[in-house]
């Protein structure tokens, strides 16, 4: 079971994802961000990539995609917030969209 990220280290974590554009959702313990990409191929490309890397660490975006552009947000649904999860798979998310 993962644990709820609190205090310091909840806050260290939102200051490096902030440096990537990920911010904090309002009214809600979770991150977004927006990412867009050239077309819808890359769009769905990196969604399918990240498929596979969500479904091997059993963590699962919430998100949509509109043609180039895809909501991303996280959460980790079993502590109602953010887990060091969130953050791995954000780092992931990132690295593949570079
Ligand atoms: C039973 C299963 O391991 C859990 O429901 C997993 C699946 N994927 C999940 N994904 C996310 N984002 N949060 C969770 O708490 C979560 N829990």
């Known amino acids: 079971m993962a644990e709820k990220l609190e205090g310091a280290a909840r806050a260290e974590a939102?200051?490096?994802l902030g440096e990537s554009g990920w911010a904090e959702v309002d009214g809600r313990?979770?991150?977004?961000?927006t990412?867009?990409?050239k077309n819808f191929?890359?769009?769905?490309?990196?969604?399918?990539?990240?498929?596979i890397v969500a479904e091997k660490m059993d963590h699962h975006p919430e998100w949509s995609n509109v043609y180039k552009t895809v909501e991303v947000t996280l959460a980790t649904h079993d502590v109602d917030g953010l887990s060091a999860l969130d953050v791995t798979l954000a780092a992931k998310m990132d690295r593949l969209a570079s």
Request: aromatic share 18%; hydrophobic share 55%; proline share 0%.
């Open 14 to 16: 939102l200051t490096t």
């Open 41 to 51: 191929t890359r769009a769905f490309g990196w969604m399918t990539q990240v498929a």
């Open 35 to 37: 990412f867009v990409f």
């Open 29 to 33: 313990d979770a991150i977004h961000k």
